[in-house]
């Protein structure tokens, strides 16, 4: 019964917009909602139904039946199956075929490829796919983007217009298409993944949620043939990865703790399990992409009993191999990284010093604070430490920095 | 040890709560509360009413919609056993509908003993 409510909500969400069509994705979203008010109100009194989700699907199914009915004018949207449906005057027969498993996940699947339409600006994007993929609330939503809820309602607003203004329609997309898009969704998912990953001043429960839902996500996709590719189960192997850490990362007053000072106990065994069996399916062949490598390099990671045990040499390969598909500053600055590791803290300065042309970016900085600190340098490691501090908003962050300078003048 | 009957009136989440993960929490509240008094033998019955209905007086004249309105309107029921109206009363107290604005109201029901 964990999150039955947010999950179905989506899931039913997803069928009644195919019914209505998306211009009327609201009445769907209304239906539902009064489908979770009346369990609210009977279950209690009566009992949790054998089937909550089959109760759930009725109540809609029978809501949305009544909504048909009372309305005189025909929907003309051509992709509505109501619109077909009232033609031929079989409405209920055809709505209770698309509550049958498979079509709910086919309804999140077209779904998932309207949210996450490139058109739209992204933010927009992660909006409309937590709010009606993903079951949250406006407020939660607002919540764990530390916004205000006007916001997302306009970003709700202008992704809704542009799908109905570009007249998307709720489909799968196929051939040469179905590549491109479905890049463009596994983007935006991990965007989404990384807001509840990285959100540092959010409530942690939340995070956690939107995390574990752009997970659900993905392994959505894993589940159609059509979708379930290399760049798939591998972006499914680095979110495992990710998450089996979530529990480790922050200490008690909100601050972050990094890989090296995490306690590996506090990982999840059963996640970083699964991280290897969805790699291992994603290693099959010969393609390789960006998050194959990265969840290669989460890989060698959790194997490890500790960070001084890491394989640090194979990290480094890994990420040779990255940077010549993804030559960013980011990937250069963590390459510098385990070059520090193996050899030494001063060989890592020059790299960064040299390769990395990153400037005001509070990581650049933390980062050589941290190697001038470990090669004995008092004085650089101060300022740069200060100098990052200057560059972040987040208290995590600050919180972090400021207890490496204590650290130091100690 | 008399019964007593619960009158719930308002404390409807659909006006200020729309997250169906905050509605699931609000529900298990409610279930938890009933469970507990079933538990403890205090609960012998009650059923939630739909909102729609109808009002007749003078045997003819029907209007339609429940006596009241708005958070007037009785949106279900319980009946408790409970030693006197204190009892009823403190019980009552833990009720989930006040968290959204909603009332009990106690009523002692009439036995037949003399």
Redo the contacts between chains.
Sequence with gaps: ?D????H??GKMVSVLTRVFGFNDIEMAEDIV?ET??K???????HQ?PDNPQAWLYKVARNKAIDMLRKQKKLLYNTDSVAAMALMEKNVSGQIDELFLDHEIQDSQLRMIFACCYPEISIESQIALTLKTLC??????IAKAFVTGEETINKRLLRAKQKIRNENITLDVPTGRELGKRLQSVLKTVYLLFNEGYNASSADILIRK?ICLEAMRLVILLTEQPATNQVETQALLALMCFHAARFDSRIDAEGGIILLKDQDRKLWDKELIRKGYLYLNEASIGYITNEYVIEAGIMAVHCSASSYDKTDWPVILRLYESLEEIKDTPVVKLNKAIVIGQINGPKVAIEEILNNVPMKDYYLYHATLGELYFQSNDVFQAKQQLKLAMSLTDSNAEKLLLEKKLAKINS | MSEFLYLFRGGDARNLESSPERLQEHMGKWMKWMEELGKAGKMTGGLPLKNEGKTVKNRGVVTDGPFAEGKEIVGGYMIINAKDINEATEISKDCPIFEFDGTVEVREIQSMEM
Excluded: C, N, T
């Design positions: 019964m999150h039955l409510f947010r179905e909500s909602q979770m008010y369990a609210l109100q009977e279950w209690p009194f949790v079951g949250f609330s406006i407020k939660e949620d």
